[in-house]
């Protein structure tokens, strides 16, 4: 069955980066693109960026281009979202997430089927 | 850059009865709407994805319908089960947007 498993949860000073795995199985890794969402205590649901695990394309919103990069490595099977110079408001789960249906030549970006666990990301001083 | 509003932002019902969720999109989009299901302490589970296809074992009473910037989740008959969040997505891919509603809670009246 697909899984998606994160890492453990991370506190943070303002300023600092923090690096987030997942770790997928189940299904063929570059058949598929990954994204990442993340959720705020209490708040909605935000996109952070998506990667094509067969070609390492990436798509990052407008408001994270430049802070956040995701990255794949296909021998693992695994994605990585780091982002960078934290601050408070970045506080939220971070889910990594798998794509619906199989990458094609123009996938972008896809529904989310299968969700990682989550990972906690506490940034506070 | 397009905003999805849902609504109501709570919708109280009684199990049995039929439950309409709205969501709206600030402008009109070339691309797909889908919508999920959130139990509190949960991730996310996806229910409808292209307006109206549900999702890998989701029940016949999740109903997705709607075109240009209107949308609507139908729930034909409410289960205990159903009574909690729900969320829209827009998914686009020129620009690349993955935009979220702020969600409607449905609870029991």
């Known amino acids: 069955q697909v899984q998606l498993v994160q890492s453990g949860p991370e506190m943070k000073t303002p300023g600092a980066s923090v690096k987030v795995s997942c770790k997928a199985s189940?299904?063929?890794?570059?058949?598929?693109?990954v994204t990442w969402v993340r959720q705020a205590p209490g708040h909605g649901l935000e996109w952070v960026g998506w990667i094509s695990a067969y070609n390492g394309k990436t798509n990052y919103p407008e408001r994270f281009q430049g802070r956040v990069t995701v990255t794949k490595d296909t021998p693992t099977s695994s994605v990585y979202m780091e982002m960078r110079s934290l601050r408070s408001d970045d506080t939220a789960i971070y889910y990594c997430?798998?794509?619906?249906?199989?990458?094609?030549?123009?996938?972008?970006?896809?529904?989310?089927?299968?969700w990682g666990q989550g990972t906690l990301v506490i940034v506070s001083s | 850059e397009v905003v999805l509003t849902q609504s109501p932002a709570t919708l109280s019902l009684s199990p049995g009865e039929r439950a309409t969720l709205s969501c709206r999109a600030s402008q009109s989009f070339s691309g797909n709407l889908a919508w999920y299901q959130q139990k509190p302490g949960q991730a996310p589970r996806l229910l409808i994805y292209d307006t109206s296809n549900r999702a890998t074992d989701i029940p016949a009473r999740f109903t997705g319908s709607g075109s240009e910037t209107d949308f609507t989740l139908t729930i034909s008959s409410l289960e205990s089960e159903d009574f909690t969040y729900y969320f829209c997505q827009l998914r686009a891919s020129w620009p690349p947007m993955y935009t979220f509603g702020q969600g409607t809670k449905l609870e029991i009246k």
């Open positions: 997430v798998r794509d619906l249906r199989r990458l094609t030549a123009t996938t972008v970006l896809d529904p989310a089927e299968y």
């Open positions: 189940g299904y063929v890794f570059p058949s598929y693109g």
